[in-house]
């Protein structure tokens, strides 16, 4: 139910409607809910509407810190 | 898949899981509440449980919509769909949850009750535009996460004058559910549900943001991390809060900054202030009666309310008495504890909510951890 999936927005369409790509699979959704969403964009979907656009920067930073924490704790402690 | 492959890579689940079991004291247990379905699903799928210390154990929370809705409202919406003229539409999970006399909405449409799954808020009003002599009824649930497209359909609705539209409204809200569990009488107790922190909601949390759960750490003195659904998301919020119970601080962490803000989605917060308003009090499976824990339609969209347009009925029902739904809602039993658990109650034969939807805990122990965990009961 509250599962949702980050989706790359490929097409604004008019109404606050956009085309997504999800793995592959197209599909469309709405942008009520969000703003200034652009094609290029990563929003995370659920139920058919972008509930809030993903951070690359930011998802890059986390996955960074996981791969140190990993050589951290290999490490002579 | 772009944002999800990379959260779900093995080699960093194992450096993560070197990192956690480094951090663990061994004169300490750490009991870790997932508020959220989602995270439930995770935990059991990926079978992260596997990978943590003995001194460490996830306990289920209420955080699956479907899960705590309680009988009545199921049975209330069974009785809109049996209204003349009536159409009723909801996401896929509602339509087995047993209600009275185990009736569900998927046996409602059996005996010919026009009962529709739909996708999404706009299937639902697409519906309504499409069959202009039919009474479109949208079954609304789920928190945050679920409650604006909900406030969006109420807004395109009465913006196109759609009279044959209107939402059984049943959304609840998260903060209320953590505070329900963390005040409950079972939580000091030996045998209860002690919790020493708390993962919270991904998606819910992109809307609300992270300052809601700031009372829990300034006051419940709980220390909190908000994750993402992936399973190294959620590894990493365990270490998180093993950290901050180690260094005997409790604060708000966010582990999802990728998608959670401390202020969330100013634009789905407004508009659902102006669709919605608190009920004062609403009844939660497992958890009871909460004040203030869920909402109602605004008087502005009056004409769009299914309880205002008929008269729904709305009397208390008990649970099923063998179902341990509640306890287990409540983080004090666990599926297995449930007698009925994998003989009379299957995910094809569900007797209870929690043994439904994917993310309940009965579902997801059932689908993945059954056989893990049948050789190696383990409870610190
Ligand atoms: S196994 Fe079935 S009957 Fe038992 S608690 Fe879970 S849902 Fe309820």
Redesign the pocket.
């Known amino acids: 139910m509250c599962l949702a999936l980050p989706a790359l927005v490929t097409e604004v369409l008019p109404d606050d409607m956009a085309k997504v790509e999800i793995g592959g699979v197209r599909q469309t959704i709405s942008l009520a809910l969000v703003s200034d969403v652009a094609p290029g964009d990563y929003v995370i979907v659920h139920v058919g509407y972008a509930l809030t656009r993903l951070d690359p920067a930011e998802a890059e930073k986390t996955l960074a810190l996981f791969a140190e924490l990993g050589v951290t704790a290999a490490g002579p402690a | 898949m772009k944002y999800i492959d990379e959260f779900r890579d093995g080699a960093l689940a194992k450096g993560l899981a070197r990192a956690i079991a480094a951090e663990a004291d061994p004169a300490r247990s750490y009991r870790l509440m997932e508020f959220c379905g989602g995270h439930t699903h995770a935990i059991s799928r990926y079978g992260l449980e596997d990978l943590l210390p003995p001194n460490v154990r996830m306990i289920h929370g209420p955080g699956c919509p479907v899960c705590v809705l309680p009988i009545a409202r199921i049975d209330a919406a069974i009785w809109l769909a049996r209204q003349d003229g009536v159409t009723l539409c909801t996401y896929g999970d509602m339509m087995r949850i047993p209600a009275s006399g185990r009736i569900s909405l998927l046996k409602a449409k059996a005996e010919g009750c026009d009962v529709r799954m739909v996708q999404s808020t706009m299937d639902a009003l697409a519906l309504a535009r499409r069959h202009p002599e039919r009474q479109i009824v949208f079954f609304a649930i789920g928190f945050e996460t679920t409650t604006p497209p909900t406030a969006v359909a109420l807004k395109q609705a009465q913006a196109q004058g759609l009279g044959n539209f209107s939402v059984f409204c049943n959304h609840v809200l998260t903060p209320p559910a953590i505070a329900a569990i963390l005040d409950s009488p079972e939580a000091g107790s030996e045998n209860g549900v002690r919790l020493d922190g708390f993962i919270g909601p991904a998606h819910v949390s992109t809307v609300i943001g992270s300052r809601p759960y700031e009372p829990f750490a300034d006051g419940y003195r709980k220390p909190v991390a908000i994750a993402g659904f992936e399973p190294l998301d959620v590894m990493q919020a365990i270490l998180m809060l093993m950290r901050q119970i180690n260094d005997g601080r409790h604060a708000v962490e966010n582990e999802f900054i990728r998608a959670v803000t401390r202020e969330g989605n100013a634009k789905a917060q407004a508009l659902m202030a102006e669709v919605f308003r608190l009920r004062d009090t609403f009844e939660w499976r497992g958890l009871g009666l909460l004040p203030r824990s869920a909402l109602a339609i605004r008087d502005a969209f009056a004409p769009w309310d299914a309880e205002r347009r008929w008269d729904v009925p709305d009397q208390p029902v008990a649970d ?1 008495k ?4 509640g306890a ?1 809602l409540r983080g004090v039993k666990r ?1 297995a504890e ?5 003989t ?2 299957t995910p094809d034969n ?6 439904v939807s994917a993310e ?3 579902a997801a122990h059932w689908t993945y951890g059954r056989f893990r965990t049948a050789g190696k009961e383990r409870r610190p």
């Open positions: 099923n063998a179902c341990e739904c287990i599926p449930c007698k009925l658990f994998g009379a109650c569900p007797m209870g909510s929690c043994m309940g805990a009965c």
